[in-house]
């Protein structure tokens, strides 16, 4: 009877080795055909339903008060070579800025309108926002640095954005935050900068842009 429980164990010990080991070379098939895509390159578009663009302002002068939403991608692609981002254009569809949350929390509505209006972006004359990369460069830590144009309100200023890419079944997907101020794009109202007397009415110049974006390969 002893034996037969001491036999009993070594095959489950065994059997877990065994589903390790599986599992383990099933991991690395997955990734190695992963690298071997990504490789190969290709085009690859942006899933503008998939993508998600967040936003983040804040009224300075007021402890806590911010204001969120969500700008959706319109269109863009990439194109990779031998492992490499070598081109890439999006474009951000300005008449979709929407506030999910405002710092009184009230108004949503009134501040999406008034941000699509000319006090800011004015999405009727200028319906998109553009970004056209110049250059990724793959840092130590394995995170990119993009380096590219912004295009907002017909004003071009160039920008870097620090990112994480990942490739899983022939889809690209990129992760980043940048901090940007908004005069430098025309976009002045509530601004300190050029109006006085403003009080705690002061918005401030620096706003956040957060993107989830997701590509896939063009057949």
Known sequence: MFKKIILILVLIVLGVFAYKGFNGAQTKSIDQNNMEN???GGNFEF????SVV????????????????TIKLKSGFLTVEDGKIT?????????????????????????????????????EKYPTADFKMTKAEVLNDGSYKIDGVLTIKGITKPISILSKISMADS?????????LD????D???????FFQNLGDAIIGDMFTLEFDLVANIKK
Request: hydrophobic share 30%.
């Open 171 to 179: 889809t690209v997907k990129i992760e980043g935050k940048i901090e």
């Open 87 to 123: 081109s890439g254009d999006l474009s951000i569809d300005m008449s979709t800025v929407s506030a999910v949350k405002t710092g009184k929390g009230e108004g949503e509505s009134f501040l999406s309108k008034h941000l699509m209006s000319p006090d800011f972006f004015d999405a």
């Open 54 to 69: 967040r936003w983040q302002g804040k009224k300075t002068l007021i402890l806590n008060y911010v204001d969120q939403g």
């Open 182 to 185: 908004r005069t430098e794009w």
């Open 47 to 50: 899933d503008a339903e998939k």
């Open 38 to 40: 990504l490789s190969k």
């Open 187 to 193: 976009v002045r109202y509530g601004s300190g900068k």
